[in-house]
């Protein structure tokens, strides 16, 4: 009887296992691509969001002015928009918008659904977290402030149906880049306002015109199914202009938490593309599937940051001798495969290259703090090094290790919730805390910006008016290397002062199944779904 | 027995209340802002949404404000999914956890009372120190192990099963999750089968029989499973409560959609309303599972029944 | 039956009972000497190498004569930091059980005993706590209790290194200390949390047998209700609490490391069997032995504990002793 029934549920488990296609030969033939997106988008409505996880699935349903090109970040193929120019100042911008364009439900798309998509997301009573990403439009922070209340009066007109005009409070000769990114894309007004409380209200902040069914968008796919923690699924568009060389019949966004399972999953033929590679997995899997694994630079750095405002931690001398004693090599060989190690804050982007400024000197750290004040460590008080629990506790260890053997110093770690975590950091209730930054375009300013005095993402304590003034002149500059110049020299005084300590600049380990075609690295990882292909 | 179950009923009513209040000022007082994402906003934009959240009432006007909504059956919207309604969210996730917990469970019993018994009969025997060590393997290594080891092994290496995923459609989906669950409670069932089982084995009552000439195993069955089950049932009701309302690292493990991820994520995110949703359902099934074990307790105690 | 009379002969009893258990020897000499390995082997200096000196170049060693269980990701010593580890888990285990094992056989045993509004009553606030959201729970508990533990871990270090202690003793003082005022909050919190089932269990094991009749006739003696209580139905009970109780040892040890990765229980360097079992099962695949060594112990030691369990629990049956 037993044994009867045992051989059942063999019979039974092979015939549901052993012969069933993977879920991504199935894919393949249905032309459908399957990527890890590490977890659920906080929302779709490109107004309510802030990450690279919402991006990524935002980018299939919406597009902007200037699209990504595949193969380079520094192309700029058109998107909604044929043709732009500018003055030389780069202060005025018109975009010519195509003459085809239409929303997935037939809708033209005109520039009036960019202009309505900037007063939204601008809109006080809609407080979108990311309106500052608009700031860049001439007197945008004043009506987000309801310091101004005319939305006329905002850099942003539709001059016709398909002429856009854009003027900047500053120069800023990368606005194509910044047009690529989501709070920049049009949302089609009938549609959001016909979902709205009274079928009128702009700022109605939740409404379900973002829902599967409900979303109307411009891009290469439209949403069909959104399951919680189980997948994102979307089809392809046929209303979008370029139709007819989109290759793929849909992408679907899984939300896999857990990048040892999503390893898994796509060792079993789950997924055509992983989120992420834990860097332990790096070296075994390089050594068995070379042919899956990608490691690619990406605009984000792992760096430390110090609280200014505590004694001991506020003299630069402390700070550089702590940074001094960190070698950044051996973590990056060991415990962050994939990264490359740093000695300032902004990767290397097209033009930009910034000088590293502190590198592993352990004698010249321990001078340092014996200058400080602290002989041998003698006398130097416990700090702890918050982290988040998710965070990488390794490279704690090794950085508590590293202190203590250099500089005898010991720092104690203390792990805390996410949600701890950034209450922490914001309120500066910590001593020293393991960070990140991922950047939002391909510009300097994004890693530089918020170091600034009243900056939230500051969280240091640390603020220079030299510093600041540095940027402003940047700003101000409308010669893109001269303004590039003056970000260097701002960067070199913020890390001669390490606030920050930096560590390094992060890579994307993941896996790449061989048949996705035409994904190239990309530094900001945004690879346009609409010009990918599967060809197995 | 109706008095009994009216005025369970009322106790209950009363735990969720208790429940419900306590919960919410616990999260209340969790350091963290659920409005906050990794980036910071501008004050003004901060202040906008604290307002439209309600936020900038006392924590008790929020309270009441929520628990009236809660009384109408409305559980309010997710801060975290911005948006979204907390019903939509649990009424995903809960039939997910609930059938890989039934299926675990079912597995757990079917596995762990026999188990338990044969063991029992067999004390010291040879098939009683295997299971049993058997049983401590399976509580000696934790899920995050068992979990991606019967993945790798009975699912990428053997194709048994796949490794990975969740179709409710698809019965071969369930069966590594469910089996790394339910072994786990297979083990623990074991375990305390055995032991009320010989507890009952030594009573009076059995020797009476045993000294009568009624056979092994008929003494077992007949005279023993009811005493020896106390506290394998007494177990079993509170596990299965925590069971169904999902598990963590069985869903991560295994890519489920279940809600224990979710209720993770909320108490990370502060995500109140949903915290709140998640726990009255676990409190609804933990006071259900307890109610049902009392009973069965009852059933299986013939004292008991008399006094009830 | 005089319970007096038994009471000078039972402990002696049960000893010479369980000396006859051969599995419940192997057991207790195996726990003695992990057991006692993990505590006198780190005060022998110089036999163990630093469990938490990190050697990046020479990480993920296999076993060999200079480390005998290799060394883990970081480069340290794994013998080292299983031993060390070992030490907060046995301390975690005993400790934590104990104090949740008492409270919940108080608990159940008043509420199946009492019975009435008092079991109700006591049963509803389980009901309670086992639905309150034990994240939630901890994460205040760790902001409430960390800087107490930081006061404790300062004014224990000074209480024992004396007065007049210079920087030096203060730290070596310090190294042995801080491992264990920083477990206080992880007594407190495991302790709060995981009694609910074995005061689920101990009730209904308590009215079964509170229904049996030497009960009854306990009762018609005119003994006191504690004295029937812990006296004659407690000791009735004792096989499914010992068994819980051996239950419990893993699932408190495991849930030490939950706690650790939220910033309560052992601190980075230092480290548990829990911490060292989570971060090997990320080494899985790569390097199997981290997970390997530290579940070894772990495992051996619960198997230990559990036929010691079983063995306690055959050798105190007050049943046994009339065959």
């Known amino acids: 009887m037993i044994r009867r029934a045992l051989s059942l549920l063999c019979l039974l488990l092979c015939l549901a296992g052993c012969q069933r296609e993977t879920q991504v030969e199935k894919a393949n033939r249905d032309k459908i691509l399957i990527v890890g997106n590490s977890t659920d988008p906080k929302s779709l409505d490109p107004h309510l969001v802030t990450g690279v996880i919402e991006s990524n699935i935002i980018r299939a349903l919406l597009e902007g002015l200037v699209a990504d090109d595949p193969k380079t970040d ?22 010519h918008l195509r003459h085809d364009g239409q929303w997935s439900d037939g809708t033209p798309l005109t520039a009036h659904d960019f202009v309505f998509a900037y007063h939204r997301l601008l809109h006080p009573d809609l407080a979108g977290p990311y309106a500052e990403m608009l700031y860049f439009l001439k007197n945008a922070e004043a009506f987000n402030r309801g310091e101004i209340t005319d939305f006329d009066q905002v850099g942003a007109k539709a001059i016709d149906d398909h002429t856009l005009h854009i003027s900047l409070k500053e120069p800023v000769p990368f606005l194509p880049d910044i047009t690529r990114h989501y709070t920049w894309f049009p949302i089609p007004r009938h549609v959001v306002l016909r979902f709205s409380k009274n079928g009128n209200t702009i700022s109605d902040r939740f409404t379900p015109w973002s829902d599967a069914g409900n979303l109307v968008g411009n891009g290469p796919f439209i949403l069909k199914e959104w399951r919680f923690n189980d997948k994102i699924e979307t089809a392809k568009n046929p209303r979008y202009w370029n139709a007819a060389n989109v290759k793929l019949n849909g992408v679907r966004f899984v939300p896999v938490e857990n990048f040892y399972t999503e390893t898994r999953g796509f060792l079993a033929g789950q997924l055509h593309a992983t989120y992420q590679l834990p860097p332990p997995l790096v070296d075994k899997l390089k050594a068995e599937h070379p042919e899956f694994v990608r490691q690619e630079p990406y605009i984000a750095t792992d760096f430390i940051r110090i609280n200014t405002t505590r004694p001991v931690l506020d003299q630069p001398k402390v700070r550089m001798a702590l940074s001094k004693a960190i070698d950044r090599k051996l973590l990056c060989d060991h415990i962050l495969q994939g990264n490359t190690p740093c000695g300032t804050i902004t990767p290397d982007m097209g033009d930009y290259q910034p000088d590293h400024i502190v590198s592993y000197d352990p004698q010249g750290a321990k001078d340092l703090l014996a200058e400080a004040g602290f002989p041998d460590g003698k006398g130097f008080p416990r700090f702890k090094i918050l982290m988040s629990s998710s965070g990488s506790r390794g490279t704690v260890e090794a950085l508590q290790a590293m202190w203590k053997q250099t500089l005898g110093v ?127 | ?118 063991a029992a009969a067999r004390k010291n025997g040879l098939l009683d120190t295997l299971s049993m060590s058997i049983a401590m393997i399976g509580i000696c290594l934790p899920s995050f192990v068992t979990g991606p080891i019967l993945a790798e092994w009975l699912g990428r290496a053997l194709k048994l099963a796949p490794a990975y995923g969740w179709d409710p459609a698809k019965p071969a989906t369930w069966f590594l999750p469910a089996l790394t669950l339910g072994l786990a409670y297979a083990a623990y069932l074991s375990r305390l089968t055995r032991a009320g089982m010989l507890e009952t084995l030594s009573q009076d009552f059995v020797r009476t029989a045993r000294a009568k000439g009624v056979p092994g195993w008929r003494i077992l069955v007949r005279h023993c499973l009811r005493g020896g089950l106390i506290p394998a049932v007494a177990y079993i009701g509170p596990a299965f409560a925590g069971i169904v309302s999902g598990s963590l690292v069985i869903e991560s493990v295994f890519q489920i959609p279940g809600l224990g991820r979710h209720f993770i994520k909320s108490i990370e995110t502060r995500d109140t309303p949903v915290i709140l949703g998640v726990t009255m359902l676990y409190g609804a099934l933990v006071i259900t599972a307890n109610f049902l074990t009392d009973l069965a307790g009852i059933w299986l105690n013939p004292r008991l029944r008399k006094a009830a | 039956m005089n319970s007096d009379e038994k009471g000078s002969s039972l402990w002696l009893d049960a000893w010479l009972r369980l000396r006859r258990n051969r599995a419940a020897m192997v057991g207790l000499f195996l726990l003695i000497l992990i057991g006692s390995s993990c505590i006198l082997l780190p005060a022998l200096t110089d036999f163990l190498k630093d469990p938490n000196k990190t050697d990046l170049v020479h990480r993920n060693l296999k076993p060999g004569a200079e480390h005998w269980f290799g060394t883990d990701h970081l480069g340290r010593d794994l013998f080292s930091r299983v031993i060390f580890g070992g030490r907060i888990s046995i301390a975690v285990g005993l400790i934590t059980t104990f104090v949740s094992v008492t409270i919940g056989i108080v608990w159940g045993a008043i509420a199946g005993y009492v019975g009435g509004r008092t079991d109700a009553f006591l049963m509803r606030v389980v009901d309670i706590l086992y639905a309150l959201p034990f994240l939630v729970v901890i994460i205040l508990l760790g902001k409430i209790l960390e800087p107490l533990t ?33 477990l206080v909050p992880v007594f407190i919190a495991i302790g709060a949390l995981s009694w609910l089932t074995v005061s689920r269990i101990v009730r ?120």
């Not at chain 3, 004396?162 to 200390?177: F, I, P």
Request: hydrophobic share 45%; with cysteine; glycine share 6%.
């Open chain 1, 74 to 95: 520094n192309a700029y193929p058109p998107g909604a928009a044929t043709s732009w120019e500018h003055n030389p100042e780069f202060t005025e911008w018109t975009f």
């Open chain 1, 410 to 536: 010991m720092i104690d770690v203390q792990p805390m919730d996410w949600g701890s975590y950034i209450s922490s950091q914001q309120k500066l209730d910590f001593d020293i805390s393991l960070a990140a930054w991922t950047g939002d375009y391909l510009d300097p300013s994004t890693f530089l910006l918020m170091w600034t005095k009243d900056n939230g993402n500051n969280n240091t304590g640390w603020h220079s008016e030299e510093y600041e003034n540095l940027l402003a002149e940047a700003a101000h500059q409308s010669n893109p290397a001269q303004r590039l110049a003056l970000f260097k020299q701002a960067e070199r005084l913020f890390m001669e002062a390490q606030p920050v300590l930096p560590i390094s600049f992060r890579g994307r380990n993941y896996l790449l199944r061989p048949e996705v075609k035409n994904w190239h690295p990309l530094l900001l990882d945004n690879h346009p779904w609409g010009a990918l292909s599967l060809e197995p």
């Open chain 2, 1 to 118: 027995m109706l008095k009994v179950i009216l005025s369970r009923l009322f106790q209950s009513i009363l735990v969720m209340f208790v429940l419900y209040t306590i919960t919410f000022f616990l999260v209340k007082a969790l350091p963290g802002n659920p409005l906050q994402g990794d980036k910071a906003m501008p004050p003004h934009i901060m202040a906008k949404r604290e307002a439209y959240y309600g936020f900038d009432q006392s924590p008790l006007e929020q309270y009441t404000r929520q628990l009236s909504k809660f009384l109408q059956g409305d559980p309010g919207f997710s801060f975290r999914l911005e948006g979204r309604p907390v019903a939509e969210i649990i009424g995903q996730a809960f039939p997910v956890s609930l059938q890989l917990g039934v299926i675990a469970m079912t597995i757990a019993v079917s596995i762990g009372i026999p188990a338990g018994c044969i």
């Open chain 3, 150 to 182: 930081d006061q404790l871990t300062e004014s224990t270090v000074h209480l024992v290194a004396g007065e007049n202690a210079d920087t030096k003793q203060l730290v070596s003082t310090r190294n042995w200390v801080e491992p264990l005022t920083t």
């Open chain 3, 204 to 323: 209904a094991q308590v009215q079964s047998v509170a229904s049996l009749d030497f009960v009854e006739a306990a009762r018609s003696l005119g003994l006191g209700h504690f004295r029937i209580l812990f006296r004659h139905i407690l000791p009735n009970t004792l096989g499914p609490i010992i068994v819980y109780t051996t239950l419990t040892i893993p699932g408190v040890m495991m849930f030490e490391a939950t706690l650790s990765f939220l910033g309560l229980g052992v601190k980075a360097p230092n480290s548990s069997w829990g911490v060292l079992i989570q971060e090997g099962a990320n080494f899985m695949l790569t390097n199997p032995l981290q997970l390997l060594f530290p579940a070894l112990f772990f495992s051996l030691t619960l198997f230990s504990l559990n036929f010691l369990g079983d063995g306690l629990r055959d050798a105190t049956d007050p049943k046994a002793a009339k065959d």
